[in-house]
């Protein structure tokens, strides 16, 4: 792990994710960036919201893009779903380097991860200055052993230019 940030979110958010699966704001503000992610947390439980905080807060705020659900280690994509995996592994090839992406790709199967077994949250970059990192979000967990592994095979295999950073997003009562 690389660096350590916290980071606030309305409160407000929490009720409207629990109950309909998704902040209206998050789509209206960026529905490109939303398009795929309908729906997704499990209605009653903030399972998701995390990560789908992350990215809107990233974009609001510092004009960072991300993707989620890359399935960088997965040998074998449901047919529905293969050209958006295909799509996010070309963005995430395109900032890291054919290379590189390739390099990591083969070293965290190699090491048994398959799925999203402690893959990152997110993949994120900015277009201006080409920088990537690999983000992870968190509210009242913690990294889990799986994760760290995969931090320290991406470290091992990139070296410098392993970016991957930890969010704690915290409740902001306004």
């Known amino acids: 792990m690389n660096q350590e940030f916290h980071i606030s979110y309305p409160v407000e958010w929490e009720e409207e994710y629990c109950r309909i699966g998704f902040v209206t704001l998050w789509r209206r503000s960026y529905p490109d960036m939303f398009a795929d992610y309908s729906g997704a947390g499990v209605l009653g439980t903030k399972d998701l919201f995390a990560q789908y905080a992350l990215m809107y807060l990233l974009r609001h705020d ?98 410098s230019n392993a970016d991957i950073r930890v969010y704690s997003l915290v409740r902001s009562s306004n």
Request: proline share 3%.
């Open 62 to 159: 510092h004009d960072i893009q991300s993707l989620t659900w890359y399935k960088l280690c997965c040998d074998v994509v449901r047919s529905k779903e293969k050209a958006l995996v295909l799509r996010r592994w070309k963005i995430m090839s395109e900032y890291m380097g054919e290379p590189s992406f390739t390099r990591l790709q083969t070293a965290l199967k190699e090491n048994g991860f398959h799925n999203f077994r402690g893959e990152p949250d997110l993949f994120c970059w900015k277009e201006d200055s080409r920088e990537w990192f690999f983000a992870e979000a968190k509210t009242k967990d913690k990294v889990l052993p799986s994760q760290r592994k995969w931090f320290s095979i991406c470290q091992s295999v990139l070296g």
